[in-house]
């Protein structure tokens, strides 16, 4: 039978950004300050993104490309921590001008690059990079569920249509020697990313991990990294 934690987790979070009228449109993660627009994710609610961003291993003058950049917390940071060119790119309008206006507020809009695109739609056919890394909509919804807003996408990823489409051109946009990261966690559904990345000849080794309990429940936070099988 279908696990539904992971569904019913991501739809307490969703209810609680649509909802919270007293959410704040500024916020502190990682001793800086932050710009939050309505209908964009919000780091504020569980600790991924923080923990994510102090566990990549930023490419010291080299290229980062963020799928999904939200806020763009991840993509700011790795432009202070020696990426010599980031790109953000994010389906959702809202969170294009939230990556925009941070990167802006934090001195670094030279150097992060922020485009509206659906995974690596929007990148010229040449563009290749040193890591590429996503924060993944993880929560696999039931059959039939259907992405309502931009906001979902922060999410859900119905069919893991999305994640399908990553495991698969994700590769072909790396630097040699370059790396490809996916941050996940224990309510998204691991054997599905495994037989998505399998069927593309590819497979997963858990890069980083680590337990913490988030509104009465354990979530073990993972970071996986993409390599050829
Ligand atoms: C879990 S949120 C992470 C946001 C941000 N990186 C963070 O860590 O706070 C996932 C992000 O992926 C974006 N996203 C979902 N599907 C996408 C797609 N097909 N192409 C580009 N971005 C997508 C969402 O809009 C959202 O901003």
Request: glycine letters at 12%; proline letters at 15%.
């Given at each position: 039978m279908r696990d539904s934690t992971g569904f019913d987790r991501a739809s307490d979070l969703l209810r609680r950004h649509t909802?919270?009228?007293?959410?704040?449109g500024e916020f502190t993660l990682l001793d800086r300050e932050w710009e939050l627009l309505d209908g964009v994710f919000s780091?504020?609610?569980?600790?991924v993104t923080g923990l994510f961003t102090t566990w990549l291993p930023f490419p010291d003058g080299g290229s980062f490309l963020e799928i999904g950049?939200?806020?763009g917390v991840t993509a700011v940071v790795a432009a202070q921590e020696g990426c010599a060119s980031v790109t953000a790119l994010d389906l959702s309008e809202e969170a294009v001008e939230n990556t925009r206006r941070n990167a802006a507020r934090h001195g670094a809009g030279d150097r992060v690059r922020v485009l509206r695109s659906?995974?690596?739609?929007?990148?010229?056919?040449?563009e290749r990079f040193d890591l590429i890394y996503w924060n993944s909509n993880f929560a696999e919804p039931p059959?039939?569920?259907?992405?309502?807003?931009?906001?979902h996408h922060a999410f859900f990823d119905p069919g893991y249509d999305a994640h399908r489409r990553f495991l698969r051109e994700?590769?072909?946009?790396?630097?040699?020697g370059g790396r490809v990261l996916l941050g996940f966690s224990s309510i998204g559904n691991v054997e599905l990313l495994r037989a998505l990345a399998a069927e593309s000849g590819q497979k997963l080794t858990l890069f980083r991990s680590q337990g913490r309990e988030v509104d009465t429940m354990v979530i073990e936070f993972q970071m996986w990294e993409l390599t050829a099988e």
């Open positions: 909802g919270d009228t007293g959410r704040p780091p504020t609610y569980t600790p950049s939200g806020t659906d995974l690596f739609s929007a990148l010229g056919p040449e059959e039939g569920f259907v992405n309502e807003t931009d906001l994700a590769p072909a946009r790396l630097n040699p």
